[in-house]
T-cell receptor, first 112, second 113 residues
Framework: QQQVKQSPQSLIVQKGGISIINCAYE??????FPWYQQFPGKGPALLIA???DVSEKKEGRFTISFNKSAKQFSLHIMDSQPGDSATYFC???????????WGAGTKLIIKP | NAGVTQTPKFRVLKTGQSMTLLCAQD?????MYWYRQDPGMGLRLIHY???????AKGEVPDGYNVSRLKKQNFLLGLESAAPSQTSVYFC????????????FGPGTRLTVT
């Protein structure tokens, strides 16, 4: 029940295309859903996050879509650029302990 | 501000050797975490601390010990290294209550032969 399942494991998208990464969770107590971006040789860094009281959050080219009834959330990267090539992690947390439960990660490659 | 720093950046150990990884943060954060990252497995929590002098076990604590004697430092120890502990280790910190965002260090790549 604590797991966060992330797919796909890897993704190749042409420059200018839309990248979509999906995550699913079971624990209905989760109330915070972030996406982290990690470049090779670096630690993960927060990209964008959403709480379950909204269905969508947009920051620039990055959008989180959230479906509370399906217990799923996804990251959409519009107009994908080579500089977006990185590993993306979804996560979830609850107020009970503020620990993040992580997805397995998606390696995204944007082809020029 | 340096944020979260980790030393060393790389280390090679022989099976059975011990070592300590140091994490330091200058953001006055209450919470600190140690993760390991292995291919295809995401980030797994080893130990964490919710304040100076406190520590708690995470998902994969066996073979590791931690200490938080000062608020800004969180140490991860390997008592008797095993090849299964070959991994990239990340330290993170967060302000704690009402704040979920974690700030990560650059990582330590550890190889145990």
């Amino acid at each position: 029940q604590q797991q966060v399942k992330q797919s796909p494991q890897s993704l190749i998208v042409q420059k200018g295309g839309i990248s979509i990464i999906n995550c699913a969770y079971e624990n209905t107590a989760f109330d915070y859903f972030p996406w982290y971006q990690q470049f090779p040789g670096k630690g993960p860094a927060l990209l964008i996050a959403i709480r379950p009281d909204v269905s969508e959050k947009k920051e620039g080219r990055f959008t989180i879509s959230f479906n509370k009834s399906a217990k799923q959330f996804s990251l959409h990267i519009m107009d994908s650029q080579p500089g977006d090539s990185a590993t993306y992690f979804c996560a979830a947390s609850s107020k009970s302990n503020y620990q993040l439960i992580w997805g397995a990660g998606t390696k995204l490659i944007i082809k020029p | 501000n340096a944020g979260v720093t980790q030393t060393p950046k790389f280390r090679v150990l022989k099976t059975g050797q011990s070592m300590t990884l140091l994490c330091a943060q200058d953001m006055n954060h209450e919470y600190m975490y140690w993760y390991r990252q292995d291919p295809g497995m995401g980030l797994r929590l080893i130990h964490y601390s919710v304040g100076e002098g406190t520590t708690a076990k995470g998902e994969v604590p066996d073979g590791y010990n931690v200490s938080r004697l000062k608020k800004q430092n969180f140490l991860l120890g390997l008592e008797s290294a095993a090849p299964s502990q070959t991994s990239v280790y990340f330290c993170a910190s967060s302000s704690g209550q009402a704040s979920y965002e974690q700030y990560f260090g650059p990582g330590t790549r550890l190889t145990v032969t």
